[in-house]
């Protein structure tokens, strides 16, 4: 995954030029019954993922889930702005702002370069999460991965996106009983695996809805 002798990757060049090619899936739609939900799989996830390593920091991310679950509650449009406030809980700083320097991740392997457009480009990539001409899998995941490989924050990018992904999700009243099958590596350059991350979430959306209507009827 290298651009030239000892030279990784630029991840966000990478997806920004696959980003507009990518062959996002159709879904028929899971149809949840007005006021129900699914049990918080974010949250067990989380709580599951982190839970040995920092009891503080643990706790925090519950707590900036809570937020966006309000801020979706309230149909807030997905910004920059709006994913600071949940970082700033998340990491537990006062102040929280778009990256500065070049970013990597992967072990070095991929790198998210910085323009003076960036944070601009970012702003529209997320603003597209209410696309309304793509089915919502699809803008979920896509926003999921714009978080991933735009790399806006100095730190604590993973679980940004997957905050987002929550917000996107219950912004639509939808909430995941599982989530564990998501976390699995994700390259930049990998339309093929972008929308196979569509498929899965339209998968766990309906199983969700599913386990919930048996159990309204058992």
């Known amino acids: 995954m290298t651009s030239g002798p000892g030279r990784p990757k630029d991840g966000l060049a990478e997806w920004l030029l696959i980003r507009p090619e990518i062959s996002w899936p159709s879904w028929r739609g899971a149809c949840l019954a007005p006021g129900t939900r699914a049990c918080d799989g974010f949250r067990k996830f989380f709580m599951a993922t982190r839970g040995g390593r920092d009891g503080e920091g643990t706790a925090r991310v519950p707590a900036a889930l809570d937020v966006a679950f309000a801020d979706a509650e309230e149909g807030r449009p997905l910004t920059f702005a709006l994913m600071a406030k949940w970082q700033r809980t998340v ?123 048996h159990g309204r009827q058992s």
């Not at 102040?95 to 070049?102: A, G, I, Q, S, T």
């Not at 970012?122 to 991965?145: I, K, M, N, V, W």
């Not at 972008?194 to 339209?202: I, N, S, T």
């Open 91 to 213: 990491l537990g700083h006062d102040l929280v702002d778009f990256r500065k320097v070049p970013a990597f991740a992967k072990g070095g392997r991929e790198q998210y370069g910085l323009a003076p457009d960036t944070r601009a480009r970012f702003e529209h990539c997320l603003s597209e999460s209410a696309q309304p001409d793509l089915p919502l899998p699809s803008r979920a995941a896509r926003t999921y991965l714009d978080i991933l490989f735009f790399h806006p924050f100095e730190d604590g990018n993973a679980r940004a996106a997957m905050l987002a992904l929550a917000f996107v999700l219950a912004r639509e009243d939808v909430r995941l009983d599982q989530v564990h099958p998501l976390q699995t590596t994700r390259w930049a350059d990998d339309a093929e695996g972008a929308a196979d991350l569509a498929v899965l979430l339209g998968i766990l959306i309906t199983a969700a809805e599913r386990r919930l209507s």
